[in-house]
């Protein structure tokens, strides 16, 4: 079992960055892939970056290729996702899951737990 929370969403220019932050509770952190998903209002929930147990295998949607990363810290039991170069079109509710799975994977109903996400407003 994970419970995640998620911090770190804003109100930020476009062309600016944030860095979201995600804490798990749980004893076995460092055996889920985690993955970041986002919600915009009336469209479906999206993939937007997922990384392995040890990190050293990440996934990205194109939309964010270049300009978002994704990282983890296990000892810390927290994953990061740092947002450069924002868009307008990147505004959304920014989620965490977790997947109790050894392979990366895209879609949301491949994970297991959720957090209740964070809000992220780039404005023009």
């Known amino acids: 079992q994970v419970q995640l929370v998620e911090s770190g969403g804003g109100l930020v220019q476009a062309g600016g960055s944030l860095r979201l932050s995600c804490s798990a509770a749980?004893?076995?952190?460092?055996?889920?892939?985690l993955g970041w998903f986002r919600q915009a209002p009336g469209k479906e929930r999206e993939f937007v970056a997922a990384?392995?147990?040890?990190?050293?295998?990440?996934s990205y949607d194109d939309s964010v290729k270049g300009r978002f990363t994704i990282s983890r810290d296990n000892a810390k039991s927290t994953v990061y996702l740092q947002m450069n170069s924002l868009k307008p079109e990147d505004t959304a509710i920014y989620y965490c899951?977790?997947?109790?799975?050894?392979?990366?994977?895209?879609?949301?109903?491949?994970?297991?737990?959720w957090g209740q996400g964070t809000q992220v407003t780039v404005s023009a």
């Open positions: 990384i392995s147990w040890g990190g050293t295998s990440t």
């Open positions: 749980g004893r076995t952190f460092g055996t889920y892939v």
């Open positions: 899951a977790a997947r109790a799975s050894v392979s990366l994977a895209t879609n949301a109903a491949d994970y297991h737990y």
